[in-house]
Every structure is written in structure tokens, then in C-alpha cells.
């Protein structure tokens, strides 16, 4: 059985990052879990970034899960109608429930662009 990973996204996950977690997000091995219960702030750009990964994961044929989503990516999931994509259930973790410090195997990716 292959070892599952997570990678905990916190700030923004916009243009101002995508090209940071980009090389994160599609890293080998890839992370089989993205916890976007901490992520403030979604754009195209980030919104971009979670498709290709997804994308790339199915090609792949490997698991790739969007976990514990934020208020703002719920919101930006519904405007553009694509939480049915992703193929994960939209629940929204509170944050003392995340649980993040529970995976000895997480990464977290922080940040934020102040303009």
C-alpha cells in the first residue's frame, strides 16, 4: 500500500503563489491529500492550479483529495459551478477539528501576498 501524504495549504491561493505550489502540488511523490481548510483567499489562478493537479493525478491514475474546504473556496466553487469536478464531498472543517498536526507525513504551504 503506498504512503498517503497531505499538503495543508494556508493564505492565499492565487497568482501570487501558484507558481510556488505548483512544483509542491505536482512534486513526485505527489501529495494524495490537499487540506484547503486554511486557504483565505481563491482565484482563477489557484483555481487553475487545484484542476491540473487533479487532472494530472487521474493521469497518473492516483488518488488526489480536496479536504476540509475553506469558506472562500466553498464560495468560489459554487460561483464557478465546478465542485462537482473535483469528485470530492464539499464540507466545510472547522479549524480546531482539522487535525492537521495529526498527519506525521503533512506538509503545509503558508503564505500570503501583501499588495
Sequence with gaps: MKKKSALRI??????F???ELKPILLD?????EV???GVTELDSAGVQLLLLAKKT?????????LV?????????FELLNIAGHFGDPLVMDSRAGAGAGQRSNSK????SHES
Design 10 to 15: 494556508e493564505g492565499e491561493l492565487t497568482i
Design 17 to 19: 503563489r501558484a507558481m
Design 28 to 32: 513526485h511523490p505527489a501529495p494524495t
Design 35 to 37: 487540506d484547503l481548510s
Design 57 to 65: 493525478a487521474m493521469a497518473e491514475q492516483r488518488e488526489l483529495r
Design 68 to 76: 476540509g474546504h475553506s469558506q472562500p473556496v466553498i464560495e468560489v
Design 108 to 111: 503545509t504551504a503558508r503564505g
